[in-house]
């Protein structure tokens, strides 16, 4: 009777290890440089069109739309090279 628990205690174990397993990262490491790349353009541009939502002052939201143009462009570049 004890074996019977510990084989299922074993089993739980071993089904317990495989959910837990983290997927294999199969990409190269050009596409995961790339791949933060893009990740950080995207944060850059959220942020920067965030702020343009707020400012007021027509210098600075010149500056930010400029801004927006070159981090769209950077996207763009990175799509292109996909």
Not at 3 to 17: C, N, T, Y
Not at 56 to 82: K, V
Request: net charge positive.
């Amino acid at each position: 009777m004890a074996r019977g628990w510990e084989s299922k205690a074993v089993e739980s174990q071993q089904d317990e290890a495989l959910r837990e397993r983290k997927p294999v990262d199969r990409r190269t490491d050009a596409q995961r440089t790339r791949d933060a790349k893009r990740y950080e353009l995207s944060l850059s541009r959220t942020r920067t069109a965030n702020d343009l939502e707020h400012a007021t002052h027509p210098a600075h939201r010149e500056t930010l739309t400029r801004a927006l143009r070159a981090l769209d462009a950077q996207l763009r570049e990175l799509d292109i090279e996909s």
